[in-house]
Nanobody, 126 residues
Framework: QVQLVESGGGLVQPGGSLRLSCAAS????????IGWFRQAPGKEREGVSC????????AYSDSVKGRFHISRDNVANTVTLQMNNLKPEDTAVYYC???????????????????WGQGTRVTVSS
């Protein structure tokens, strides 16, 4: 059974850090571009970051650039999103997803992603 499972969410104070992990079973993540997305209450799901399948090309939304870092561990079959200097506006449910058609790059356009995890909740509050 193919599954993506996000973990690492929780409650953190502004300025704090969290490390989200996307783990896969039934598929090898290194064959896919992987994206991280988030959805805040009452808002549309938005792209946060992505990493390509091959050379590790990465991209970030302007709102997280310089604070978040995406990486992959092909041995562990995981993709990690390190989130630093968190702000209340980062509060959302975070999802990872696979893009099987990305070629050598990646995109934060959610319409390009075809398989999603169930999400992990991040709350940034004092």
């Amino acid at each position: 059974q193919v599954q993506l499972v996000e973990s690492g969410g929780g409650l953190v104070q502004p300025g704090g850090s969290l490390r989200l992990s996307c783990a896969a079973s039934g598929l090898r993540l290194n064959y896919y571009a992987i994206g991280w997305f988030r959805q805040a209450p009452g808002k549309e799901r938005e792209g946060v970051s992505c990493i390509s399948s091959e050379v590790g090309h990465t991209a970030y939304s302007d709102s997280v650039k310089g604070r978040f870092h995406i990486s992959r561990d092909n041995v562990a079959n995981t993709v990690t999103l390190q989130m630093n200097n968190l702000k209340p506006e980062d509060t959302a449910v975070y999802y990872c997803a696979t893009d099987s058609g990305a070629g050598h790059g990646c995109t934060t356009d959610k319409l390009e992603y075809d398989f999603w995890g169930q999400g992990t909740r991040v709350t940034v509050s004092s």
